[in-house]
């Protein structure tokens, strides 16, 4: 049996850099994972399958990432697994949540029915899953490039997210194919990233159109630097003291669902 967590992220930022002719966006980004998300338990049944529990409200098991990462590996034909998820990180938020809950998957299957997979081939695997799957699967912050396949490891410092998720699932699907939406930003370095300022090419777009959005960006900018993490919903401020963090979300507390995490450099599953 394993239980781990299935951790959560951010997009420091995000540039949309250029469209390939397959339609797919080129970007730069850097991924910040987190010490909060989703709890996830696997553990071998006599019962051969994939057994999922509890379903996921509206997503059929059979489009559900967790079980397509389940079924992308060679499991043994005479046992299965059942998997069961503690859900928190939001749907639809921007926190990479059901990337990494395939990512986690893949990991922990490879473990527990000892199949063998390097990392690389698990990476490949989950590149087909979704395009943020990879960085799960190597389980490292990182700087990220291409249509977010290209990871070059980082080490960031330790700093604490206040995060608010505002009321609203947004389509990453409608951002990325908004007329408005900007295609062209320049390439930057990584040490320009560090120097900074930065931003989310795709924050304007939804701030447009997506009303809770746009009041959790201008609230929490009244405490730090605010920024949209991926496609949004969700908002974030990074505060150098747990203690500045909490302060910060006490006083969001009744006005929006807010959470603070400890961004980590690496998480392994266990």
């Known amino acids: 049996m394993i239980e781990t967590l299935s951790p959560a992220k951010l997009n420091l930022f995000l540039h949309v850099t250029g469209k390939r002719n ?3 966006h080129e970007l730069q980004t850097a991924f910040q994972l ?3 998300g989703d709890r996830m338990r696997f553990e071998i049944t006599d019962t051969p399958g994939i057994h999922l529990s509890p379903s996921m409200e509206g997503v059929p098991n059979d489009d559900n990432l967790i079980v397509r990462a389940a079924s992308a590996l060679s499991l043994p034909d005479d046992c299965g697994v059942a998997i069961s998820i503690d859900k928190v990180i939001p749907m639809g938020g921007g926190l990479g949540g059901g990337s990494s809950n395939a990512a986690v998957t893949l990991l922990a299957l490879n473990t527990l029915f000892d199949l063998g997979y390097s990392v690389d081939e698990l990476a490949i695997k989950g590149a087909g899953l979704g395009a943020d799957v990879p960085v799960f699967v190597r389980g490292t912050s990182a700087w990220a490039e291409g249509i977010g396949e290209e990871l070059t490891p980082l080490e960031l410092p ?3 997210f206040v995060i608010i998720y505002p009321d609203c699932h947004v389509s990453t699907q409608e951002i ?3 007329p408005e939406l900007t295609r062209n930003t320049p390439p930057i370095t990584v040490s320009a990233f560090f120097e900074g300022p930065v931003r989310n090419d795709l ?5 447009s159109r997506y009303e809770q959005v746009r009041v959790a960006i201008t609230w929490l900018s009244g405490h730090g630097s605010a920024m949209m ?3 949004g919903a969700c908002v974030f401020a990074g505060f150098d003291l747990q203690a500045e963090a909490q302060r910060v979300a006490a006083a969001a507390e009744g006005k929006f669902k807010v959470f603070v995490a400890k961004g980590i450099n690496r998480f392994t599953v266990v």
Do not use: C, I, K
């Open 22 to 24: 397959n339609g797919y």
């Open 34 to 36: 987190l010490d909060w």
């Open 158 to 160: 330790a700093r604490w």
């Open 176 to 178: 990325f194919g908004a």
């Open 203 to 207: 924050q304007p777009v939804v701030e």
């Open 229 to 231: 993490t991926g496609s």
